[in-house]
C-alpha cells in the first residue's frame, strides 16, 4: 500500500497562492492515478484534480484556471499549484492515488484507496 504525506497548507488572503505537495512511497503498479481532494466543513469530500502517471490532468470546474496538478519526473511527488484563491476553497486538501490502467482519472473519492493525513488551507477575504 503506498504512503502519502501531504505539506504546504496554510492561511492566506483571497487572491494569494499556495503550493501543496505530497510525497508518496514506491507504487508498485506502473499505472496509476493521483488527485487532490477537499472537505470544507460540513461539506462532502469532493474532487479538486486528477492526474494519470502519463498526464492527463483533469480538474473540478471551481479550479480551473486557477488551480495547475503536476508531478515530479520520477512520479513519486504529486503537486498542486494554487493561484488567486478564493475563500470557498477553503478546505482540508488530500492527496489521494489508485492504480488505474487508462485514463481519466476516477472523479469519485471512493474509488481511491490510499490517502494522506491532509494539509489544511484557509483562505481569508
Known amino acids: 500500500q503506498v504512503q502519502l504525506v501531504e505539506s504546504g497548507g496554510g492561511s492566506v488572503q483571497a487572491g494569494g497562492s499556495l503550493r501543496l505537495s505530497c510525497v508518496a512511497s514506491?507504487?508498485?503498479?506502473?499505472?496509476?492515478?493521483m488527485g487532490w481532494f477537499r472537505q470544507a466543513p460540513g461539506k462532502e469530500r469532493e474532487r479538486v484534480a486528477t492526474?494519470?502517471?502519463?498526464?492527463?490532468?483533469n480538474y473540478a470546474d471551481s479550479v480551473k484556471g486557477r488551480f495547475t496538478i503536476s508531478q515530479d519526473n520520477a512520479k513519486t511527488t504529486l503537486y498542486l499549484q494554487m493561484n488567486n484563491l478564493k475563500p470557498e476553497d477553503t478546505a482540508m486538501y488530500y492527496c489521494?492515488?489508485?492504480?488505474?490502467?487508462?485514463?481519466?482519472?476516477?472523479?469519485?473519492?471512493?474509488?481511491?484507496?490510499?490517502w494522506g493525513q491532509g494539509t489544511l488551507v484557509t483562505v481569508s477575504s
Open positions: 492526474i494519470y502517471t502519463g498526464g492527463s490532468p
Open positions: 514506491t507504487y508498485t503498479r506502473n499505472s496509476f492515478c
Open positions: 489521494a492515488a489508485r492504480p488505474s490502467e487508462f485514463p481519466p482519472c476516477a472523479v469519485d473519492f471512493n474509488a481511491y484507496d490510499a
